[in-house]
Each structure stands twice: as structure tokens, then as C-alpha cells.
Nanobody
Framework: VQLQASGGGLVQAGGSLRLSCAASGRTFSIYDMGWFRQAPGREREFVAGISPSGTRTYYADSVKGRFTISRDNAKNTVYLQMNSLKPEDTAVYYC???????????????WGQGTLVTVSS
């Protein structure tokens, strides 16, 4: 599966953005999907994950209550709604796919190219 992330940009603290990740191929609905982020000088970290059907979601403690992951299997797209953004959310955000959800980036087989989110204070 090929992934294409979009929706990043510059936003003020307290603002919102919605990221999208469009997948190619007809097997999107079998994959667990994850969003990760990587800030300069830091390791890539798990942000949120969602099961193939969308019934189970997982979040990093740092974004719980502010970010919401969702998916539309008919559109082969997974979303990350980000509210109440903070400067520490500034990073390149990546979507990824694998069979079975984990929070460990090396476990993921497929990655999008990343989209930059910058939150100004």
C-alpha cells in the first residue's frame, strides 16, 4: 500500500489542523493505521492508531483529549484531527500501515512521506 499524507501547515497555539493520509490499493481496510511524528533532534514517536474497522483507537498520553484519529475505508483515507495545538506539537507527521497495531515505528511496513506541522506560540 502507498500512503500520501497532507494537511500540515503553520498554526497558532490553540488552533486546529486536520491531517489526511490517502492510501492506494484495494486492501486499505485490512490495515491498522498509525500516525507518528518526529521533531528536530528527536526520535519518531507514536501519536495515534486505529484498527481496520475504526472501532478501536489508541493515543499517546501527550495528545489524548486533543487529537482524534478516524478513517473512511470507502475513501481509503485516515485522518488526524488536531485541536488545542501546542508549540511542542511541532513536528513532521507521518502516517503508517501494518497488520496489527503497535506503538513502535520500526514495526510498520508502509510509510507516507510526512507533512510538516508548525505551531507558533
Amino acid at each position: 500500500v502507498q500512503l500520501q499524507a497532507s494537511g500540515g501547515g503553520l498554526v497558532q497555539a490553540g488552533g486546529s489542523l486536520r491531517l489526511s493520509c490517502a492510501a492506494s490499493g484495494r486492501t486499505f481496510s485490512i490495515y491498522d493505521m498509525g500516525w507518528f511524528r518526529q521533531a528536530p533532534g528527536r526520535e519518531r514517536e507514536f501519536v495515534a492508531g486505529i484498527s481496520p474497522s475504526g472501532t478501536r483507537t489508541y493515543y499517546a498520553d501527550s495528545v489524548k483529549g486533543r487529537f482524534t484519529i478516524s478513517r473512511d475505508n470507502a475513501k481509503n483515507t485516515v485522518y488526524l484531527q488536531m485541536n488545542s495545538l501546542k508549540p511542542e506539537d511541532t513536528a513532521v507527521y507521518y502516517c503508517a500501515a501494518r497488520l496489527g497495531i503497535t506503538r513502535n515505528p520500526p514495526d510498520y511496513n508502509y510509510w507516507g512521506q510526512g507533512t510538516l506541522v508548525t505551531v507558533s506560540s
